[in-house]
Structures are given as structure tokens and as C-alpha cells.
């Protein structure tokens, strides 16, 4: 998205529709976990994966992925779970 910055290009459409479908899978997985809030989860760790991404490409290496999995971990951690019915 970066590269093809124009909003109403196709590369931006696609890229952006791409990365809605992410967000979306994201959401379900976190859903079928059982945490409300699921959408807004979904979406801070698309952003932070987007943030790793970028400082991954900058650094080298693996670190960025190691640290975006440890905030992923303490605000999957932080997120309550729904009590199941019954």
C-alpha cells in the first residue's frame, strides 16, 4: 500500500481488500476464543503486525517478530474470556 499510495488505485483496492480479509480472520479466530471485544482485538494486531512488518524491514532479522509476539501475548492475556452459557 505503501508503494501504490493512491486510494482509488487498483493496487491500493486490492492491497486494502486484502488486508480487510486478514482483519476478518483475525476476528473470527479471536471470536471463536471467546473473547468479546473480538473486532477491536482483531484490528490492534493488524496493526501491530503491520507495525512489525515495517521495523522488521528496517532492523533485519527476527526481533520485531519476537517483540510484536510478546505484546500480542499480554493483550491476549489482558482480554477477558466470555463465560460460557449454561
Avoid: C, W
Amino acid at each position: 500500500m505503501a508503494e501504490a499510495a493512491d486510494p482509488h488505485g487498483e493496487i491500493f483496492r486490492l492491497a486494502n481488500q486484502h488486508k480487510g480479509r486478514v482483519v476478518d480472520l483475525l476476528d473470527r479466530l479471536i471470536e471463536e476464543d471467546g473473547r468479546p471485544g473480538h473486532r477491536a482485538l482483531a484490528e490492534q494486531f493488524i496493526l501491530l503486525m503491520d507495525g512489525a512488518i515495517v521495523t522488521a524491514m528496517r532492523e533485519g532479522g527476527s526481533g520485531a517478530a519476537r517483540r510484536a509476539r510478546a505484546i500480542a501475548e499480554q493483550l491476549l492475556a489482558a482480554a477477558p474470556r466470555e463465560e460460557p452459557a449454561g
